[in-house]
């Protein structure tokens, strides 16, 4: 276990530095000068030429990359160019949020995903099984923005039960947290429900074949017993991959659901700086989000010893 | 005797008034449709962050409805000569850190906006050359020349005077603390969530505040914004969009209030700008005037916009004392479009490409005008360009046709200068008249305002000739709020000043 897990640590750091001049190359490429996405309105060209010298942009891209990365090491993310204020803070203040609506989203996912995936399987080819496949089908080909809108009027607008958009901290009121933070959390859940849900009637099914399944119920157990003991503990080793994978979707995902819902949340920071050409909040910004994925990777990667014995190999 | 007994009658009233009014409780919530970028006066640069300062920074003048230039900070000025303008101060007024607002400061303040790197307020005021303090209420300043508009920028961003202790000791950082003089002091950001300012109780103007807290909560999704005033989360939203006008008046508890603006929509064409001018819409104000007969401006405004804005043929506002009415909106007409096509003597479809930036409805006004211009004979093709992108590549020449909006200055000059002058920095086609450079300049020596009427409406009539960019229409401030909310006024520029508002419980 401990060779394999710094095996994989080794291998986190080569990652990152290519994330990070990935990013840096990356939005060279992007159009639009952002000296000009910056100076507003009414360009001075005096005045643009100050912003460029300020912000290095007049120096080579090589010059750039050393003096950001340079920073960074030292655990300095830079400072927005269009608000002034560090990186560092601005995702300190996002990130939460994001975490809170992501970790909701999925146990949202998991909380209807799962279930519905044995239900389905276990009634293989029976109503439940048509209409759980029917209901996922539809949550996922439903677009994040547009449920959205609709659940707002509805629920917002016409019945008043929950305040339309915005975010309240967890700190600070969590009833009012939960209030503001639902809404899109299911929205965001509700695709990633429908993939868990397939994928977990699959692995169901492919486990309730297996001998051991057939072995448990000739030894007397109740059925109840068979599904969740034997067949599904099985099933689980899929499931948990996808949902590793699934938290990656659940972070482009935020980014469409925070813009709906009005939440300042990381997927609105990172919309906002790209519009804005506000380079080192989309370097940072990409960069943490690089990091979690990366761990996130390798939390799966450790869970799927912990669930799997078959694999502790090393 | 008789003057300290009229005196104590003059003073009794007051106090009574001063003791019946309790300090305001309330909070007004207020959506903007974007988060603004530095709460710097010096450095701030977007429309949004013009409507936070509203509230936190007042300015040395302020302008009204109809466009007059009103007192605020100061309380009047004179012109010495055509390079010597007074400024008069008003006497006890304070800034949010309790230092006192005085002539020095106003130096301070302009010369911090000369000075600054990267200031987005030089090129407005570069017109200064020697800002003295005279006493300390009144300062002088000599200019380089004349330079009629400077009052005018003296009403926004330029003229808003900050605290000299504060921002020396802020230094760059001044955009995370603003200390002003406004009716409400800075005290929270979150970035992209909510602008927080608290009443400052000792307002030179203090009387006619009557929220103890304003808070701005950018909401970019439109039809989120529109949920949010709906479902009273939100008391007012500036700019309701052409679409969900008809919502929010038929919405009992919701009410909007109209103004016509000071912007454009237009569309620039590139004249004489690198090779892409070298096509026939390029070459030929012939050609130009054809598409701009084949429009309907009405009927597009009708298709896109609901109907709700004006249709124009000039820079300047309908709402300016500055506007021509001698160059009037052309009626569309195809058989007239197709007969300078003739003449001009080109190639038909004559094809060209329209950089269009992505928002749907400048989008859809784009393909409602390839329709129209189809019918005379024109192929246009519409290029989607993300909006900064769509800058730069106008900045370079890279275009033909560009459908580009302007927010609209108070003073004519910051609707026409920049964009049609030989050397200003919008004037994306370099499109040059020497006439027209001569007038431009002309009118911003000329302090009188019937000269200088008469200098805007010859620039309206030439620019209408040439063509150098096609004007569509006149956007309109469309303010949105709870029926709770009265006393707010609509002024051109539209910002949401706070005085006077009051909100029912």
Redesign the interface.
């Known amino acids: 276990m401990g060779g394999f897990l710094g095996r994989r640590l080794a291998l986190v750091l080569p990652t990152l530095l290519l994330v990070s001049i990935l990013v840096f190359g990356l939005q060279q490429l992007m159009?639009?000068?952002p000296a000009?996405?910056?100076?507003?309105?009414?360009?001075?060209?005096?005045?643009l030429a100050?912003?460029r010298?300020?912000l290095m942009l007049d120096r080579p891209l090589a010059v750039q990359y050393a003096h950001w990365i340079g920073r960074v090491v030292q655990g300095d993310l830079g400072v927005?160019w269009?608000?002034?204020?560090p990186v560092a803070r601005?995702i300190g203040?996002?990130l939460p949020v994001t975490a809170q609506l992501g970790f909701m989203a999925f146990v949202i996912a998991l909380g209807i995903g799962i279930p519905a995936g044995i239900v389905s399987a276990v009634n293989r080819n029976g109503f439940l099984d048509y209409a759980a496949n029917i209901v996922g089908l539809a949550g996922l080909s439903t677009p994040n923005f547009w449920l959205g809108?609709m659940l707002?009027?509805l629920i917002?607008?016409n019945l008043?039960w929950l305040?339309?958009?915005?975010?309240v901290s967890l700190a600070e009121d969590w009833r009012q947290s939960l209030a503001t933070t639902i809404m899109p959390a299911f929205v965001l859940g509700n695709a990633i429900a429908a993939i868990l849900m397939r994928h977990t009637r699959s692995a169901m099914l492919t486990a309730m074949d297996q001998d051991y399944v057939r072995t448990a119920r000739a030894k007397g157990l109740r059925e109840w017993r068979v599904v969740i003991r034997h067949a599904f503990r099985n099933a689980l080793v899929p499931v948990v991959t996808l949902g590793a994978l699934e938290l990656g979707t659940l972070l482009s995902g935020a980014v469409l659901t925070e813009?709906?819902?009005?939440i300042?949340g990381f997927g609105?920071?990172i919309v906002?700086a790209v519009?804005?050409?506000d380079y080192p909040v989309v370097q940072g910004v990409v960069l943490v989000t690089a990091t979690i994925y990366v761990g996130l990777n390798l939390l799966a990667d450790v869970l799927y010893v912990l669930i799997n014995p078959r694999l502790r190999v090393a | 005797m008789r003057k300290s007994l009229l005196a104590a009658v003059a003073v009794f009233p007051m106090i009574g008034v001063a003791s019946a009014q309790e300090a305001p409780t309330q909070t007004l919530r207020i959506a903007l449709r974007e988060d603004p970028d530095l709460l710097d006066p010096t450095l701030a640069r977007t429309v949004m962050g013009r409507i936070v300062f509203a509230g936190l920074c007042d300015k040395l003048f302020d302008i009204d409805e109809k466009l007059n230039i009103v007192p605020q900070l100061a309380t009047g000025y004179d012109w010495t000569d055509g390079r010597t303008l007074i400024l008069h101060l008003r006497d006890g007024v304070l800034f949010h850190d309790g230092t006192k607002m005085d002539a020095a400061s106003v130096k301070y303040s302009l010369e911090r906006h000369i000075a600054t790197p990267g200031s987005a307020r030089r090129a407005e005021v570069d017109a200064i050359d020697q800002i003295a303090v005279v006493d300390p209420l009144t300062v002088k300043l000599t200019l380089k020349s004349p330079n009629s508009p400077l009052v005018a920028q003296l009403t926004d961003r330029a003229g808003m005077i900050v605290s000299q202790k504060a921002a020396e000791a802020a230094g760059k950082d001044f955009a995370l603390k603003p200390v002003c003089a406004g009716p409400f002091k800075f005290a929270e950001r979150v970035a992209q969530d909510r602008i927080v300012l608290d009443r400052f109780p000792e307002y030179w103007d203090a009387k006619n505040i009557h929220f103890a807290r304003v808070i701005y909560q950018p909401i970019t999704n439109t039809a989120t914004r529109l949920a949010n005033l709906q479902a009273g989360a939100i008391d007012l939203t500036e700019q309701v969009v052409p679409s969900d006008l008809e919502a929010v008046r038929k919405n009992p508890k919701l009410k909007i209030v109209e103004s016509s603006g000071l912007g454009y929509q237009s569309v620039t064409w590139n004249t004489s700008h690198g090779p892409r001018a070298q096509s026939p819409v390029g070459q030929n104000a012939m050609v130009r005037k054809a598409f701009e007969l084949s429009i309907d401006r009405e009927a597009a405004i009708q298709v896109v916009y609901a109907g709700v804005y004006t249709p124009t043929a000039q820079a300047v506002a309908a709402s300016s004392p500055y506007y021509s009415p001698g160059v009037k909106v052309p009626a569309r007409d195809v058989a007239k479009a197709k007969e300078l096509l003739k003449q001009a003597g080109v190639k038909l479809p004559v094809t060209f490409t329209m950089m269009t930036p992505t928002n749907s409805d400048t989008m859809q006004l784009a393909e409602v005008m390839q329709a129209m211009s189809a019918e005379a004979g024109f192929d246009m093709k519409i290029q989607a360009t993300e909006f900064a992108s769509s800058l730069d590549t106008a900045d370079r020449g890279d275009f033909e046709g560009y459908v580009v909006a302007w927010s609209g200055r108070v003073d004519p000059d910051g609707n026409l200068f920049n964009f049609v002058h030989s050397t200003g920095p919008l004037n994306y086609g370099r499109y040059a008249n020497p006439e027209v450079d001569q007038w431009l300049a002309q009118a911003r020596i000329e302090t009188a305002v019937p000269a200088r009427q008469a200098l805007y409406a010859k620039v309206a009539a030439k620019v209408a000739e040439d063509q150098p960019l096609m004007y569509i229409y006149d956007p309109k401030n469309i303010v949105g709020m709870s029926v709770k909310v009265s006393g707010f006024k609509a002024v051109p520029d539209g910002l949401i000043r706070l005085q006077g508002v009051t909100k029912a419980p």
Not at chain 1, 82 to 85: D, G, L, N
Not at chain 1, 259 to 262: C, M, T
């Open positions: 159009p639009g000068d000009l996405a910056l100076a507003g309105e009414e360009r001075d060209p005096l005045v100050q912003i010298t300020e927005s269009r608000i002034r204020m601005l203040e996002k809108i707002i009027l917002s607008v008043g305040p339309p958009s915005g975010y813009q709906v819902f009005s300042p609105k920071l906002d519009f804005n050409r």
